[in-house]
């Protein structure tokens, strides 16, 4: 069975460095040999990714592992109640990360986007 890891991503290939303000979620589906087989995108939904329905799409999609920047802990718990890990603190180019992901070259950040948590606050930013 394929594995598929969503990452949100800018129109550069890049990591987002915040999960509800990115342009798209690339899902990237693993072969058993642990190699990238497809890459599709998906668009985002404008808005907190806590508040919109990503979650339930990428889950519906098959993703069971979400390669993000900076996170809310919020968007944190909607991903981890669809059954999908988060491993937070990426960054760099998409598929270079995914690839040391599947290497097991890539460990959860420990932090959160704390400011966040203060939903709609003027200005917040993650510092990560």
Do not use: W
């Not at 991503?9 to 890049?14: D, G, L």
């Not at 999609?61 to 937070?88: C, K, P, Q, T, Y």
């Not at 290497?103 to 959160?112: A, I, N, Q, T, Y």
């Amino acid at each position: 069975m394929n594995m598929k890891i969503a990452v949100p991503i800018t129109k550069e290939n890049q990591i987002d460095s915040h999960f509800g303000h990115c342009e798209s979620y690339g899902i990237f589906t693993i072969t058993e040999k642990r190699e990238i087989s497809n890459v599709e995108s998906v668009k985002s939904p404008q808005g907190c990714g806590c508040k919109s329905d990503i979650a339930s799409v990428l889950a519906a999609d098959g993703v069971s592992i979400m390669l993000a920047g900076g996170i809310g802990g919020g968007a944190i718990n909607v991903l981890n109640n669809n059954g999908i890990e988060v491993v937070r603190g990426c960054t760099g180019d998409a598929t270079e990360v995914v690839k040391l992901y599947l290497k097991g070259l890539v460990e959860d950040s420990g932090s959160s986007c704390h400011q966040h948590e203060e939903h709609n606050r003027e200005g917040h930013q993650c510092n990560h």
